[in-house]
């Protein structure tokens, strides 16, 4: 009788978990030469839960820059949020926008 072959053991394959994270979207707020500023603070914290801090400095970068990235959030809710917020500043008379795009 042959001796039976040694047992060749491979390490298992490791077990990756696949939890699929859904892509991100950004809300950004541009900057008009019309809103007032303190209207900018009250919408972001009203919409996006900021502080008035986070608020204040998220406004001033879209006023200095143009615009500012204000949180990111799954599709749906990124264009939800910004489409509340831009309707927020129509009700008044503002140019106010908020835009969505895809985290890269
Ligand atoms: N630029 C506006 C002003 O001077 C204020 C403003 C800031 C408007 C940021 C929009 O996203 C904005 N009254």
């Known amino acids: ?10 390490p298992r394959a490791r077990t990756l978990p696949k939890v699929a994270r859904p892509p ?3 809300v ?4 008009d030469d019309y809103t007032p500023r303190d209207f900018v603070v009250r919408v972001l914290k009203a919409e996006f ?4 801090d986070q608020a204040h400095r998220v406004m001033i ?3 200095t820059k ?3 990235v204000v949180a990111v959030f799954i599709k749906e809710i990124a264009e939800t949020k910004a489409n509340r917020a831009t309707e927020a500043g129509r009700q008044q ?3 106010l926008q908020f835009t969505t ?4």
Do not use: D, Q, Y
């Open 28 to 31: 950004i707020l541009l900057n």
């Open 66 to 68: 143009g615009s500012c």
């Open 49 to 52: 839960r900021l502080s008035e």
């Open 93 to 95: 008379g503002f140019p």
């Open 1 to 10: 009788m042959k001796p039976a072959p040694a047992t060749v053991t491979r």
């Open 61 to 63: 970068t879209a006023h």
């Open 24 to 26: 991100l979207h950004k």
């Open 101 to 104: 795009e895809p985290e890269e």
